[in-house]
């Protein structure tokens, strides 16, 4: 009661009633407090006033305990829900993996069996197509049944997950037949491996030169070709963790002439940089301590502009969503393993936790409205992974996944502080966030109150996801 409602369309006061697991009333001020009809049969009353009540976050992009690098990120199921839970993310949809090789429902199956019982919050799945062959295009369609409405290639990773142009065409056309969306990791993988070596060889080993040997061209030719692609077949496409502005310019363009083609940025494109992050040193780790800020696509160059595109291609909706691409590695025995040689270095950042509140700074320095920060962070990837309706929205029948946010309150993010991810670090240390995540309500429980985690592991549950609800 007493809240500020937030969607994607505008801001009203409302109190929110819930029955159960789901929303059943957005109310006039006052209807539950003043001893309404319905006052009598409402058995707990939160008081939102001064706050915003916000639809719960979904972070569409989350990689719990993926195989990586000769290891595995660092997160549980569990623990990683939980983080997310902490942070005002009530929805996560993670990747299931088909290697080479493997059938996709034994990937699948797989996946299953790490995340059911386990989760704080509830999860859907996309499908990684690590083989495209004639195997795994067959069974890309029965996908639809089992709740798993969008699939991911690689145009990066050769010799791991990497798929070539003809394997991307075949899938493509797979999607533009059945409605699937296909979803793309669109860097120049062969390209970026001569680069990788060449430095590595003349001595340029340290985890600044991922970022060097990451060029900006690779991502912009990669998205290019992706999109050519998916003009060619009429495939929906959705492109992963857009980092350089060049592949924005991309995307704008294709979607001025009618595609369907979409976009997500992530926190570490808006925030960090090559030369603040990457190119960092430490007292404790030298210049290792870029290894921290180590991911794919890489940190781009302040100097060349991108963060501040990447916050402009949000307003302008050119980029629709803001995901974490939330990989974590510890440094220790993890992100080390790639010391004398960057390549070896685990690709991730972990920020599955700080998703919404270090958007919301995004609100509060103007870079973005309060409501485009709901549809950036929840509205959106509801209806683009087929959920809306159920999730990113507070209305009568949605899930009562509800976030009470204090704009008034304050976190300090840092490994001594907030940090509640399996991981040895923060990549966020040292963020000021002038905002707080008061009370997160998952289907109907309360599952953090105030910092304190409420809730038990198996709360959250697979959500079996419709097609797109973005396409026309
Ligand atoms: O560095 C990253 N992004 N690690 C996760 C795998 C991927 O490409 O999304
Ligand atoms: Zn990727
Ligand atoms: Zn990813």
């Known amino acids: 009661t007493g809240g500020t409602v937030v969607s994607a369309t505008g801001r009203v006061a409302a109190d929110v009633l819930v029955d159960g697991e789901t929303v059943v009333a957005v109310l006039a ?8 009809d319905l006052a009598a049969s409402v058995g707990t009353v939160i008081d939102a006033t001064g706050k915003y009540v916000i639809p719960g976050g979904i972070d569409a992009h989350t990689h719990m305990q993926l195989p990586f690098g000769g290891t595995s990120a660092s997160d549980t199921f569990e623990t990683g829900t939980r983080a997310a839970a902490w942070g005002g993310t009530t929805t996560i949809v993670d990747f299931a993996v088909q290697r080479q090789g493997e059938r996709v429902e034994d990937g699948l199956a797989h996946w299953h069996e790490l995340a059911a019982g386990e989760c704080a919050v509830d999860y859907g799945f996309h499908q990684i197509i690590g083989g495209v062959d004639e195997h795994s295009l067959a069974a890309l369609p029965t996908l639809i049944d089992e709740g798993i409405t969008s ?45 990788a070596e060449q430095l590595v060889k003349a001595g340029n080993t340290d985890p600044y030169f991922h970022g060097k040997a990451r ?33 924005v310019e991309q995307l704008a363009v294709a979607r001025d002439r009618g595609q369907n083609v979409f976009g997500e940025t992530c926190p570490q494109y808006l925030y960090l940089s090559l030369e603040e992050h990457l190119g960092a040193r430490s007292e404790e780790w030298g210049s290792f301590e870029g290894a921290k800020y180590v991911c794919s696509t890489p940190l781009r160059s302040r100097a060349e502009g991108h963060q501040d595109h990447m916050w402009q291609a949000l307003r302008t909706n050119d980029l629709q969503m803001v995901s974490t691409d939330h990989c974590p590695f510890c440094m220790k025995d993890q992100k080390e393993l790639g010391r004398g040689d960057f390549r070896a270095i685990p690709n991730g950042i972990g920020s599955v936790e700080h998703r919404m509140d270090l958007m919301y700074q995004g609100v509060v320095t103007g870079e973005i409205t309060l409501e485009r920060w709901v549809e950036l962070t929840s509205t959106t990837p509801a209806r683009m992974f ?70 038990r592991k198996g709360d959250g549950r697979f959500v079996k996801r419709g097609l797109s609800q973005y396409l026309i």
């Open 29 to 36: 001020p006052g209807s539950i407090v003043l001893g309404h």
């Open 151 to 195: 699939f991911k290639m690689f145009m990066a990773y050769p010799g791991v997950f990497y798929a070539d142009d003809a394997q991307i065409l075949k899938a493509m056309q797979v999607s533009a037949d059945t409605g699937l969306l296909t979803m793309m990791h669109a860097e120049n993988g062969p390209v970026i491996d001569v680069l």
């Open 215 to 247: 060029v900006w061209q690779a991502e912009e030719e990669a998205t290019h070709r992706a999109i050519m692609l998916s003009h060619i077949t009429g495939a929906p496409l959705y492109v992963v963790h857009v980092s350089a502005k060049q592949a």
């Open 386 to 455: 087929g959920m809306y309706g159920k999730k990113g929205v507070i209305a009568p029948g949605a899930d009562a996944d509800i976030v009470i946010y204090d704009p008034n309150g304050h976190t300090s993010i840092g490994y001594d502080k907030t940090h509640h991810m399996n991981m040895d670090h923060s990549a966020w240390e040292g963020y000021e966030i002038d905002g707080h995540v008061d009370t997160v309500i998952s289907r109907g429980k309360v599952i953090v109150d105030d910092g304190a985690y409420l809730g």
